[in-house]
């Protein structure tokens, strides 16, 4: 994933590479961002104005998203099997959720390095950011 350009854009970077990397849009983080809704929904002061913004854009791309609170067992299954958002409320960051890596959920970060996370988060980063919250693709509508 390419490095975000401004400190409130993970959440389009995110949305963007779900896109990309699924094959459902390429658009570009200036469309992505328009689709999500500036300023309504993601904004310099805030970044994203709660994941129910990310839901509906995600929707508007014709994904279906759950979103949730989990623990890292829990967030571990979903990366098995899905994509999607995850951010660890203690980071007050939105990461892409690429898989699995060994132990740790592998994640696509537009951040590389912020609060000590590269591309993976292990058990340990997990329970000192959390709580977290997902937002993972769960089928095409």
């Known amino acids: 994933m390419a490095q975000q350009v401004y400190s409130w ?56 998203t759950l979103e949730k609170w989990v623990g890292f067992d829990e967030a571990y299954a979903i990366a098995q099997s899905h994509t999607g958002g995850i951010s660890p ?15 740790d959920i592998w994640v696509a970060n537009s951040a590389q390095g912020y609060k000590g996370v590269w591309d993976t988060i292990s058990r340990s980063q997990f329970n000192a950011y959390g709580p977290v919250k997902v937002v993972y693709v769960e089928s095409y509508i």
Do not use: K
């Open 89 to 103: 409320s203690g980071m007050y960051h939105w990461m892409a959720i690429r898989g699995v890596s060994g132990s």
């Open 9 to 64: 854009t993970c959440s389009i970077c995110t949305i963007t590479w779900v896109l990309n990397s699924t094959e459902v849009s390429q658009d570009g983080r200036q469309a992505v961002g328009d689709v999500l809704g500036y300023p309504g929904c993601v904004n310099e002061t805030y970044g994203l104005m709660g994941s129910q913004c990310m839901v509906n854009c995600f929707a508007q791309y014709g994904l279906l």
